[in-house]
C-alpha cells in the first residue's frame, strides 16, 4: 500500500523529471489513492489566465502504484470520477 509521501515522490517525479526548475506539486488523499497536480504560482492579475491552459493532473492508484492522467479538474471531483486501477 502506498502512503501519501511515496506518493508524492512519484508525482514530483512525474512532474518535475524534464523541468530545469522544479515545481510544486500538490496532494490530495482519497481511499482509493492520491491525486496530484503541479502547483501554480501566484499572478500578478488574477484576472489574467493561468500562464499553462489545457493541463492535467494524475491518479496515483493506493494499492498498485499506478499512474493515470486525468484532466485537470478540482481534486474531489477528480477523485469521485476515478473508476479504479485498470485491470491486467
Not at 501519501?4 to 512532474?15: D, G, I, L, S, W
Request: proline share 14%; charged share 20%; net charge negative.
Amino acid at each position: 500500500m502506498m502512503n501519501a509521501e511515496q506518493a508524492r515522490a512519484v508525482a514530483e517525479e512525474y512532474f518535475n523529471g524534464a523541468r530545469p526548475e522544479p515545481a510544486a506539486v500538490g496532494l490530495h488523499a482519497f481511499p482509493g489513492g492520491y491525486v496530484a497536480w503541479v502547483k501554480d504560482g501566484p499572478r500578478e492579475d488574477p484576472a489574467e489566465p493561468p500562464g499553462t491552459i489545457g493541463g492535467g493532473c494524475v491518479v496515483i492508484d493506493a494499492g498498485t502504484g499506478e499512474v493515470s492522467m486525468r484532466p485537470l479538474l478540482d481534486p474531489r471531483t477528480t477523485a469521485e470520477q476515478w473508476p479504479g486501477p485498470t485491470p491486467r
